[in-house]
């Protein structure tokens, strides 16, 4: 296998690990003001994603790197092109890391529900912006003869990739939303799980018009495999959350998620960005790739440095495997915090 496939299947995998991962930080942050009905309950939902939401979002900025290093045109050009979406999307980002620390520093119901807008926001953003962007990136954009980006804003917000961000938004509510009953107990957890069967029913909808609408354009027997491997993990973690199996319910949205975005890069494959100009030139691994020699040197930094990153995230998650409920959350944190409650590093509230 040539290293140019390589690294698109490594890109492939950090943007899984990334949806699969970040995409229930963004749920949990959306269902705020829907499962956050007071400040106990805002806390617990807190909580849940405190120790990981910012690990979650190394991958991205792996990928991000990757990208530049590994296809240096398919970076300029989409970084260009998609200039706007990509800044919002960094815009939310920001306010929804401010949201998450910033919050609990003044004992005042406005600043924290302030926050809590901007939380929501910054989640609800990214969550709709990654699925038009990747819509686009599948379905092509207008690329001329010199691998420039040729569209405006506009192009960007057509009808596919509209569908593909709405797509987004479902499933990630219904990740959370499964994330959260499974790290919950009590009053959250059943109505986290209540939430998730009806979520993944419209996710489940949303779903399979896009990933049909990709499979008839430009799928191949690979991603046909995949998307329908996709859906039936979908309906396997909504019947499963209505069982209430937790568990098994989130490994049905994270394994969706996952063989979605997979087959999203199979039918992508062999371009990066194909061009829907009859005078254009897709970019593909080929002509986007950058040197031999450059792939070789991160291929061997790849092998070295991805087992230790994989092994402390996957430590960090099991320190925090258990349960959080309201009662776990003492009284004087409603108040406000005192000196010395919140833990070491600034983090959320994860101890409590």
């Known amino acids: 296998m040539e290293l140019t496939t390589v690294w698109f299947c490594l890109i492939a995998v950090l943007w899984i690990g990334y949806f699969a991962l970040e995409g229930f930080d963004f749920g949990v942050g959306i269902l705020m003001p829907?499962?956050?009905?007071?400040?106990?309950?805002?806390?617990v939902l807190l909580n849940t994603i405190g120790p990981v939401w910012d690990g979650n979002e190394v991958w991205v900025l792996v990928a991000g790197g990757a990208t530049f290093a590994a296809f240096p045109e398919w970076y300029a050009t989409l970084f260009s092109g998609f200039y706007l979406p990509l800044l919002l999307i960094l815009v939310a980002l920001i306010v929804r890391g401010m949201a998450i620390e910033y919050r609990h520093k003044r004992d005042d119901a406005t600043w924290r529900a302030r926050w809590d807008r901007a939380l929501f926001w910054g989640s609800l953003v990214p969550a709709v912006l990654w699925g038009v962007a990747f819509g686009n990136i599948v379905g092509g954009v207008p690329i001329d003869a010199d691998l420039e980006y040729a569209g405006g804003f506009l192009t960007l917000l057509n009808p596919y990739a509209l569908l593909g961000g709405l797509t987004t938004l479902s499933l990630f509510v219904t990740h959370g939303a499964m994330f959260?009953?499974?790290?919950?107990?009590?009053?959250?957890?059943?109505?986290?799980?209540?939430?998730?069967?009806r979520s993944g029913l419209v996710a489940a909808v949303l779903a399979v018009?896009?990933?049909?609408?990709t499979q008839l354009d430009t799928g191949s027997l690979g991603s046909a495999l995949l998307?329908?491997?996709a859906a039936v993990a979908l309906l396997a973690g909504v019947a499963a959350a209505g069982a209430g199996r937790e568990g098994w319910a989130f490994l049905g949205t994270f394994v969706t998620i996952a063989l979605a975005v997979a087959g999203l890069f199979v039918a992508l494959f062999p371009d990066v960005m194909p061009t829907t100009l009859a005078d254009g030139t897709?970019?593909?691994?080929?002509n986007a790739a950058a040197t031999a020699y450059t792939l070789?040197?991160?291929?061997?930094?790849?092998v070295v440095f991805t087992p230790v990153v994989l092994a402390?995230?996957?430590?960090?998650?099991?320190?925090?495997?258990k349960r959080i409920a309201v009662h776990h959350i003492p009284e004087p944190v409603l108040a406000g915090d005192r000196p010395g409650d919140r833990p070491a590093g600034g983090r959320a509230d994860v101890t409590r």
């Open 227 to 229: 998307f329908v491997l």
């Open 209 to 213: 018009v896009f990933l049909s609408w």
């Open 282 to 286: 897709s970019l593909t691994t080929t």
């Open 296 to 302: 070789k040197i991160m291929t061997v930094v790849a």
């Open 34 to 43: 829907v499962l956050g009905r007071d400040e106990r309950r805002r806390r």
């Open 312 to 321: 402390y995230q996957a430590w960090t998650y099991w320190v925090f495997r």
């Open 180 to 197: 959260v009953a499974l790290k919950t107990d009590g009053p959250v957890r059943h109505d986290a799980r209540v939430l998730a069967t």
